[in-house]
């Protein structure tokens, strides 16, 4: 299946020139990949954007590491020599049991004689950490708890969760959606390759009469398909980033405390994987198509 | 053995369960002319798609030279094709497409040069008689020339074999003896001819080999012969 490169020029021509005399068509599937994709678009911003908010939330509080009695080893030194070497640590600080002890009577006051002298050794020895914007929260407290020397390790760990847990919901849930107009998407790009295949079927038939190879009957079709796909998602790719702006610009002023991913930052990855997705539904479909309805032979 | 096209023990059953062919056996030599005739229903334009592979024969042997043509493995299928050269009652042009352009997509299809079909497409331009009508559209050439545009197609990618089906149906009787000359020409060029007609006037001029079909059966077979049995 060696294609001449005047060959594929001609089945590129070919392919476009399907699209443009079956305009109507065209026109839906191309709709209908820019509906898909501007769904998977979407769902990920979404996504993207709760994991950003959770990280951010995390980023700002400062995460407790509470150390462990009676280790036959210096806690502090082993935590210390860890933290430092950590590039998601902005700073961190050490809080001894009288530390802590005088910390409680700041937040608990002092008068009525709530604490009293000794109650510092229940408390443990612990670090604070702060954490810098590069931080991998998640990642930096799976290690502290895999140290011999930390106990607990405490930190917004219900609030982090749940918006983790929120935003696989509405991936999933975008996904599934993604699923359904997908399947429409197939069948109307389908639909479309088989009308041009059926008004073009003279020409199919005597190509198959002088020896044309299959292939050479089938990558026009296929073309077409795929021009499908990568049109709609280069008009999904400009919508998004188009309202994305707009969104973000909005909520600027009403909500300033919500921090939205820059679209630049994902921009590029995005735009990728809406031209991968597209491509392949425009590739799926007239393979599909020309598989049932180009009988060349 | 010079043997161009061989059947044996050919039946073709359609999957309505028609019967179009049973037990055929026919050899037919390097650069024959021969003329099928018989009703319609008979079995011809069957036969035709059994030799091009248009479709399998429900048993039997079919061989094209060498080739066994049903074991033609589905890529050789266009190569194959490439040697059989067709033309039928209804010329199958493409209408959007210019007299040299009908031509030239025989050529391009089969991926050859731009050089090639500047040759080739004037040299059987001219050889169908056809030289000054290269720009004209099918709709603005009479049925005869449309033939002789189908018959150019036919023979622009230089087939061993050419089948023609009832191709002067559509066509009066001087349009068809013109076509009929011209078949005559390129069998004496050297490509073996088959002809499946109706016309009674040319098969009895030419005396030619007569092949007679009813019924899906070979039913006279006679060198020199005529379109009806002679007494
Ligand atoms: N594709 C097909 N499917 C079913 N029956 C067919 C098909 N093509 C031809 N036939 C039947 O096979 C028989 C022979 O047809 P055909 O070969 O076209 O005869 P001829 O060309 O001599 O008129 C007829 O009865 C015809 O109806
Ligand atoms: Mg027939």
Request: with cysteine; proline share 2%; charged share 20%.
């Amino acid at each position: 299946m060696t294609l001449k490169a005047k060959t594929l020029f001609h089945c590129f021509k070919e392919g476009w020139g399907n699209l443009a005399r079956n305009s109507l068509m065209s026109l839906a599937s191309i709709g209908t990949v820019l509906v898909s994709l501007l769904v998977l678009g979407g769902v990920s911003l979404l996504a993207l954007n709760l994991n950003h908010m959770a990280d951010m939330a995390l980023q700002s509080t400062k995460i407790r590491v509470l150390l462990k009695e009676d280790v036959n080893f210096d806690a502090t030194e082993q935590v210390r020599f860890w933290l430092q070497r950590q590039a998601g640590v902005e700073s961190y600080q050490f809080i001894s049991k009288q530390e802590g002890l005088m910390r409680l009577e700041g937040i608990f006051g002092i008068e009525e004689g709530v604490f009293r002298d000794g109650d510092e050794e229940f408390l443990p020895e612990e670090f604070e950490v702060s954490l810098n914007s590069d931080a991998d929260a998640e990642k930096l407290v799976t290690g502290l708890l895999s140290l011999s020397s930390v106990e607990e390790v405490l930190y917004g760990q219900e609030f982090y969760s749940q918006v983790r847990t929120v935003s696989k919901i509405a991936f999933i849930g975008g996904i599934i959606v993604l699923l359904l107009v997908g399947f429409a998407t197939l069948l109307i790009i389908t639909n479309t390759i088989r009308l041009t295949v059926f008004a073009r079927r003279r020409e199919i038939e005597i190509m198959s009469l002088v020896g044309a190879t299959d292939w050479y009957i089938r990558w026009p079709y296929i073309f077409e398909g795929l021009l499908i796909g990568i049109i709609g998602s280069l008009l999904a790719a400009l919508l998004l980033s188009r309202g994305y702006y707009f969104l973000e610009r909005k909520l600027v002023n009403v909500a300033s405390f919500l921090h939205l991913v820059t679209y630049d930052s994902v921009q590029l990855h995005l735009t990728w994987i809406l031209i991968g997705v597209g491509a392949a539904f425009g590739l799926i479909g007239s393979l599909i198509s020309v598989k049932r309805f180009l009988k060349a032979s | 053995m010079n043997a161009m096209l061989r059947m044996r023990s050919v039946s073709k059953v359609y999957h309505n369960g028609t019967v179009a062919l049973s037990s055929i056996n026919l050899t037919v030599d390097k650069g024959e002319l021969v003329f099928i005739v018989g009703p319609s229903g008979a079995g011809k334009s069957t036969l035709f798609k059994l030799v091009n592979r248009k479709e399998l024969p429900s048993s039997g042997e079919v061989w094209v030279g060498r080739k066994s043509v049903p074991d033609l493995k589905k890529g050789e299928v266009p190569i194959f094709r490439r040697n059989v050269g067709m033309i039928y009652q209804d010329f199958k042009l493409l209408s959007n497409k210019t007299t040299f352009e009908n031509i030239a997509f025989a050529l391009e299809v089969v991926e050859a040069s731009r050089r090639e079909v500047l040759r080739q497409v004037p040299a059987v331009l001219e050889l169908v008689g056809l030289r000054d009508k290269g720009k004209a559209y099918p709709h603005e050439l009479s049925g005869g020339e449309q033939q002789r545009v189908s018959l150019a197609r036919a023979i622009v990618n230089r087939p061993i074999i050419l089948m023609a089906d009832e191709p002067t149906g559509n066509l009066d009787p001087d349009t068809s003896w013109g076509i009929m000359d011209l078949l005559v020409e390129i069998n004496r060029r050297g490509t073996t001819v088959l002809m499946a007609t109706h016309n009674k006037d040319i098969v009895n001029r030419m005396r030619r080999r007569v092949i007679a079909m009813e019924h899906g059966k070979i039913i006279r077979d006679e060198q020199r012969g005529a379109y009806d049995i002679e007494s």
